[in-house]
């Protein structure tokens, strides 16, 4: 998201700055603090990443924050800035801090993310998250959808083991592709891998580029039996863009991405996917991409965010 939305804004003659990872392929003025190669990012590096990047802040006049850590600068800085909130407020570790300044300015990526955590907090805007509809798009029309997909990470709150059993109830091919969670590895050791076996159930781990927009393409549905408020679920929209139904739990922003009956289906337990699974066949495919162009595209996203800065600077 943070991609599309620097390099767009470039495209449209802005002057932008990222402050990232020196890995990051952007078209924005990269300033990243050094990395060592390999670690696992943490919350105490991203305070000194934060820290580092609002020292620079009299260069700019509009502040756009995609971090938890820098929402605590917010009271001495002299410019505007803006936090897009792309997780939970009700976290126990990052609780406190959005306790702390509920007075920053918020942005959030659905109004069921509002609906969870802290709550009295100063939501400015709600504006979706939007993806290139050029790049996610339906893939050849040969007839054969053998398979479900269950696609992100692998952990007890996607509801991974759920997928396998809707899978199974079902009677259908399931592929996983993801990261395992590394704080799930005992609920995956248990109840997810012992049902792997190349054939009913595949593992293709973390896939990328045309290999995931291939998988995208193929599969008779998403499986999203989430066991958590999702603030958004960016896979489900990509999935809908290629014209692939999303099957969801209804918790987070479900029932706000997935249109219940015309782009998919969301039901209150995961046991009621798997009769789901045997009705997409008769969703119109064409639909699930006709309502992410109008809602989820990434020009849509930017139109907006474009606004909010010229607004507030």
Not at 192 to 209: F, K, Q, T, Y
Not at 254 to 273: C, H, I, K, S, Y
Request: aromatic share 8%.
């Amino acid at each position: 998201m943070v991609a599309e939305l620097s390099n767009e804004l470039v495209a449209r003659g802005h002057e932008v700055t990222l402050f990232g990872h020196p890995a990051s392929d952007t078209r924005a003025r990269l300033v990243s603090m050094p990395f060592e190669e390999g670690f696992i990012f943490d919350s105490f590096r991203e305070h000194v990443h934060a820290a580092e990047s609002l020292l620079h802040a009299a260069e700019f006049d509009v502040v756009h924050n995609h971090t938890v850590s820098a929402v605590t600068f917010d009271k001495h800085l002299d410019l505007p800035m803006i936090t897009t909130v792309h997780g939970t407020t009700g976290r126990a570790m990052e609780r406190p801090v959005y306790e702390y300044n509920k007075q920053a300015r918020y942005i959030s990526i659905s109004y069921g993310q509002r609906r969870v955590g802290v709550q009295g907090m100063n939501w400015i805007e709600n504006i979706y998250n939007g993806i290139d509809v050029d790049y996610f798009r339906p893939g050849p029309a040969d007839g054969s959808r053998p398979y479900l997909l269950h696609m992100g990470a692998l952990s007890r709150r996607k509801g991974t083991a759920e997928a396998v059993q809707i899978a199974q109830l079902a009677g259908m091919r399931l592929v996983l592709a993801g990261r395992p969670d590394p704080m799930d590895e005992e609920y995956l050791d248990k109840d997810v891998l012992p049902w792997v076996d190349g054939e009913n159930v595949i593992l293709a781990n973390e896939v990328e580029g045309e290999e995931r927009l291939a998988l995208l393409q193929g599969a008779t549905a998403l499986l999203a039996p989430i066991q958590w408020d999702e603030p958004f679920g960016l896979v489900l929209v990509e999935a809908m863009a290629c014209g692939v139904p999303v099957l969801a739990c209804d918790r987070g922003s479900a029932q706000e991405v997935v249109a219940d009956g015309v782009t998919g289906f969301v039901r209150p337990t995961w046991q009621e996917l798997v009769e789901a699974v045997g009705r997409v066949d008769r969703l119109d495919r064409a639909r699930c991409r006709e309502r992410v162009v109008r809602h989820f595209r990434k020009d849509t996203m930017v139109d907006a965010y474009e606004a909010l800065y010229a607004r507030i600077a």
